[in-house]
């Protein structure tokens, strides 16, 4: 699924159409945040997304495991799996599982750290816990109220906000803004606009942190694509993001293509873009999350071989500040 461009938009026909719908499903969502969750044995961190996909929820995760892991912690990803066929709860094992088995996420969190991937979100902390995690990252999850969490953070994309402001399907959000923001312990807002500043406001008006990051290329990977001709194809939720970073670390798009979020590219689809690239000689580039959905398929390994991704991390401005809340949380649940 697509967004559609009138969710990122100021409110017009078509979100006015759907606004009843938006509340009747706003209202549900409100009433279901609200449920208590069942408490895992070690302490849970979630990381939601107040909008429908392509905030930068994964690379958010990544990076606090990350700190935790430089804090002696053991962290484990939870999540739901979301486009694998396996139900679980299960280890993913970068060797053995595809996208078609555990979907794509998952494969790109278990490089970072171990990954379970579980339907059930409280099964799934269960057997983390029992695997060694002394801390659960939760990788979406935050609009789900079977498990309880002990620290709860959104991400937003400071490009975009919210959007038009309102909850699906009239707008992006899964649930009324302020209904979530009550329930987080902090926000993280990924670059800058006019549109990401006036949502800051609105959080810090409740008195909830607001941490500002930004996602970089890494550097060896600017330096590959800088000046290179390049097909760009990216099947997330928000490509012009993708294709906005090639251009920035100097790479010509010559090409977009654009796919659904969590597209599975057919043998039919990866011929085309191969036979386009090699007849306009143009180097195929898509992201890290476009790319793992390709990997241990056979029908896709040329494809797979001779696709570049261009890899990314997210970087907190002010790591201390998000460490300090991480810390207390943990401790409160500890003591």
């Known amino acids: 699924m697509r967004a559609p461009d009138f969710w990122w938009q100021s409110p017009g026909l078509a979100s006015t159409t759907l606004a009843p719908l938006g509340a009747v499903y706003g209202a549900i969502a409100a009433a279901r945040l609200k449920r208590p969750g069942a408490r895992a044995r070690v302490p849970v961190i979630c990381v939601g997304d107040p909008t429908v996909g392509g905030a930068g929820k994964t690379p958010t995760a990544i990076a606090i495991a990350k700190l935790l892991a430089a804090q002696s912690e053991a962290p484990y990803f939870v999540t739901r799996g979301y486009g694998g066929r396996e ?3 299960l280890l993913v094992d970068l060797a053995r599982h595809a996208a078609s088995d555990v979907g794509d996420e998952p494969l790109l969190l278990s490089r970072t750290a171990p990954a379970v ?6 099964a799934g902390a269960a057997f983390a816990a029992q695997a060694g995690a002394s801390v659960i990252v939760l990788d979406d999850g935050f609009q789900n109220p079977a498990l309880a969490k002990d620290f709860s953070l959104l991400v937003i994309d400071g490009a ?7 909850v699906f399907p009239a707008g992006p959000l899964r649930a009324p803004l302020l209904v979530q923001i009550e329930r987080a312990q902090a926000i993280v807002c990924i670059g800058q606009s006019v549109a990401g500043e006036a949502v800051a ?13 930004h996602i970089r290329p890494e ?6 694509f800088a000046k290179q001709r390049v097909l760009a194809f990216a ?21 977009r293509r654009v796919f659904p979020d969590h597209h599975v590219y057919s043998t039919g689809e990866a011929h085309s873009l191969l036979a386009e690239a090699t007849v306009r000689n143009l180097m195929l580039v898509t992201t890290e999350k476009d790319l793992v959905r390709s990997l241990r398929n056979p029908a896709l390994a040329e494809f797979a071989a001779t696709s570049h991704a261009l ?15 991480i810390g207390k949380a943990l401790k409160r649940r500890r003591s």
């Open 235 to 255: 099947g997330i939720g928000r490509p012009e993001k993708f294709f906005r970073t090639l251009e920035d670390v100097g790479a010509v798009v010559v090409e």
């Open 311 to 325: 890899p990314i991390a997210l970087q907190f401005d002010d790591e201390k500040q998000l460490n300090d809340l």
């Open 87 to 89: 139900r679980g709860p």
């Open 219 to 224: 550097p060896e990977a600017a330096r590959t």
């Open 117 to 122: 991937v579980s339907t059930d979100r409280v």
């Open 201 to 213: 406001r609105n959080v810090r008006a409740q008195n909830v942190p607001v941490i500002s990051a």
């Open 160 to 166: 975009s906000g919210v959007g038009n402001g309102r």
